[in-house]
C-alpha cells in the first residue's frame, strides 16, 4: 500500500509508523513536521521509521513532531513491535530493535488470538547525571533538584534512558 501508515498508542502517546519503501515521499523535517501537525496533518506525536538494521532483527528511527530525531521512546518502541508483528513483519516473540540511541530488546505477549497484547522494552540503565541530559547544574545527580517554572517552584528529577526526560510529580 503506497503511502499506508499504522496508527498507534502508548500511554499517552500516538505515533505514526511508516516504512520508507511504502512512501511516493522522503521524510524530510519538513514533511515529518507537517504530516504530525494536528490540525493540518494526520496529527501524531511523531513518527516511527522501519529501516534495515546490520546489529538488530529490526532497525528504527523515532522523529519528534518537529522534525528533528530523537534516540529512543518506551512509548514508540511499544508500538512499533505491536506494528512489526501486526503486518507480519516478525511472528517473533523476542526480537532486538537498533535505535539512535542503542540497541534494545523486545518480549511480546500475544492474547489467545494470536495478537500482539502487550510489549516489554528493555530500555536499558537510566541515568541522573547532568551531563546525559540538557542540564547545566553541577550536581552529581538529577534528583529532587529545586526548579522555577512559571512563577512557581518546584523539585524535578532529571533522568536519560536514551532520551532526556524532566520529571516533575504534581503537589
Known sequence: MKNGFFRGHGLGNDYLVMDPKDLTFKLTPK???AICDRNWGLGSDGILSLVPSKKADFGLRIFNPDGSEAEKSGNG??????????TGKTKKKRFTVETKGGLVSIDLQVDRHGDAA??????????FKPDAL??????PELIQQPIEAGGRSLIFT????????CVVFKP
Open 31 to 33: 514533511t515529518i513536521k
Open 118 to 127: 502487550a510489549a516489554t522494552v528493555e530500555m536499558g540503565i537510566a541515568t
Open 77 to 86: 518502541l511499544r508500538i512499533f513491535a505491536r506494528y512489526l508483528h501486526a
Open 158 to 165: 532529571g533522568v536519560s534512558v536514551g532520551n532526556p526526560h
Open 134 to 139: 540538557p542540564c547545566s547544574l553541577e550536581v
